[in-house]
């Protein structure tokens, strides 16, 4: 086990009713679980995101903490949060990394893994 080690896993969901897809406007949710999975504790102080459209947009966001906050994660523990964005076509995609300073005053970066952000199907879906 690596001593700075941190495992992002994400979420995402395609928000129907806030959307207007006949203006372009395809908006998601997405639920990120960030887990200490190393041997220090440490601090998540920055993001940066990488946003994707099908038509090649790239926009990229970068800012202090998440949701306003920057926990401070013991081994073990997982932080969870929910945010959102707004695409210009009914599919993208994100990536992207947190930055963290351990408790020792290292700093490191983790992945966020590209994840798919795609509108459901208009299609009924049956459920048993």
């Known amino acids: 086990m690596s001593r700075y080690q941190i495992a992002c896993t994400v979420q995402p969901q395609f928000l129907p009713d806030q959307s207007a897809p006949h203006e372009g406007i395809y908006s ?5 679980t960030v887990t200490n999975t190393g041997e220090a504790a440490a601090q998540l102080i920055a993001r940066h995101w990488i946003i994707c459209d099908a ?7 970068k800012g202090l ?5 920057q926990p401070l ?3 073990g523990e997982s932080f969870q949060y929910t945010s959102g964005c707004r695409l210009r076509t009914r599919s993208g995609t994100m990536h ?18 590209l994840f798919v952000l ?3 199907s208009s299609l009924p879906r049956v459920i048993h």
Do not use: K, M
């Open 28 to 32: 998601f949710a997405y639920t990120v």
């Open 55 to 61: 038509n090649g947009l790239r926009e990229e966001v």
């Open 65 to 69: 903490g998440v949701v306003g906050q």
């Open 73 to 75: 994660l013991r081994p």
């Open 96 to 113: 992207g990394s947190y930055f963290f300073v351990a408790e020792d005053a290292t700093r490191f970066e983790a992945e966020i893994a």
């Open 118 to 120: 795609e509108e459901e």
